[in-house]
């Protein structure tokens, strides 16, 4: 019975207003996430005003967190980020390795559509947090 609920599992990077503290605070969603740690992606981060929009690959970084998620709330996810076929096509679900502490996680990752980024500031630290803070 583990075993099946274990295959069940799957794990998240979130980078912008899901992240601790933010608009879309991961943590205050259900099913409870369990937070795993903070890593830093190959991407480029864009802010889009009220919300930050990654491209992924490049020689830039993105810092997030991972967090191990459920079916359930992968379901939520994808509603906030719009990605199911009858919304906008803005965030594309995409599946990277993710290290956090020297263990490598299989995470999702949504990454923003590139017609969406055109003209938009980059944000060179690649961290949501501190742009929102300003610091």
Known sequence: MAEAKASQV????VYGTLRRGEDNDITRLLPPPRFIGVARIAGTMYDLGAYPGVRLGGPSTVVGEVY???????????????????????YVKCVIPVSVQGRVYTCIVYEISLRFVHGKAVLPDGDWTRRVRGW
Do not use: M, T
Not at 10 to 13: A, I
């Open 10 to 13: 799957c794990h998240v990077f």
């Open 68 to 90: 191990e998620i459920l079916p359930a709330l992968e379901v939520v996810l994808d509603e906030i980020e719009e990605v199911y076929p009858q919304e906008r096509d803005e």
